[in-house]
């Protein structure tokens, strides 16, 4: 059962223009959120954050943007550059044990194209 | 720079061994977690721990333990290895105080069972 998932498997974009990465939910217990970005033969790094009583968090080119009641969350890259080529998984986590387990989505592996 | 090291880059074992991945990390983090990535299920937790000696079953800890015995070092232990056990392991680690779900990963162990 896939707590977090994320659709698009891979999303291509040209280089200058916005990056829209969507991931949606279904455990309603999940109030925190994360944004991980992974490269090829590194471990993911964290990106962006955001918690349920927020429904935008953003810092520099990057955005997330939380729609609770549509358990619904998306990260924009304005503008896009060709070093955000990577994998890029969504993660959440809710009250039990702190908020310190996440359960991540499936990845999205996002090109932009120069 | 602060790291999480898993000790292999690449691992290739046999059906029916106990294998060891070992992962170390200098930060004096509180939790430990070990996760695989697999094509199209994104990263799903095995175990984790929040302290010495503690340990929680993730969503598939099956044909899985681990083993905390100093704060820095967590290790995942395969009983009796199976083709269904060939998969990316990661590693990481958190702190209590430090930035919710910020997680430091490491590289990842590519481990074949053959």
């Known amino acids: 059962d896939q707590q977090v998932k994320q659709n698009s498997p891979s999303l291509s974009v040209q280089e200058g223009r916005i990056s829209i990465l969507n991931c949606d939910y279904t455990?309603?217990?999940?109030?925190?959120f994360l944004w991980y970005k992974k490269y090829p033969a590194e471990g993911p790094t964290f990106l962006i954050s955001?918690?349920?009583?927020?429904d935008k968090n953003e810092d520099g080119r990057f955005t997330v943007f939380l729609n609770k009641s549509a358990k619904h969350l998306s990260l924009h890259i304005v503008p896009s550059q060709p070093g955000d080529s990577a994998v890029y998984f969504c993660?959440?986590?809710?009250?039990?044990?702190?908020?310190?387990?996440?359960?991540f989505g499936t990845g999205t592996r996002l090109t932009i194209i120069p | 720079d602060v790291k999480v090291t898993q000790s292999s880059r690449y691992l290739v074992k046999r059906t029916g061994e106990k294998v060891f991945l070992e992962c170390v990390q200098d930060?004096?983090?509180?939790?430990m977690f070990w996760y695989r990535q697999d094509p199209g299920l994104g990263l799903r937790l095995i175990y984790f721990?929040?302290?010495?000696?503690?340990?929680e079953k993730g969503d598939i800890p099956e044909g899985y333990s681990v083993s905390r015995e100093k704060k820095e070092r967590f290790s995942l232990i395969l009983e009796s290895a199976s083709t269904n056990q060939t998969s990316m392991y990661l590693c990481?680690?958190?702190?209590?105080?430090?930035?919710?779900?910020?997680?430091?990963f490491g590289s990842g162990t590519r481990l074949t069972i053959v």
């Open positions: 955001i918690s349920s009583i927020k």
């Open positions: 993660a959440a986590s809710a009250p039990d044990f702190g908020n310190e387990k996440l359960t």
């Open positions: 455990n309603s217990m999940f109030d925190y």
């Open positions: 990481a680690s958190s702190s209590e105080h430090g930035t919710l779900g910020g997680y430091t």
């Open positions: 721990s929040y302290d010495v000696k503690m340990k």
């Open positions: 930060m004096d983090h509180e939790n």
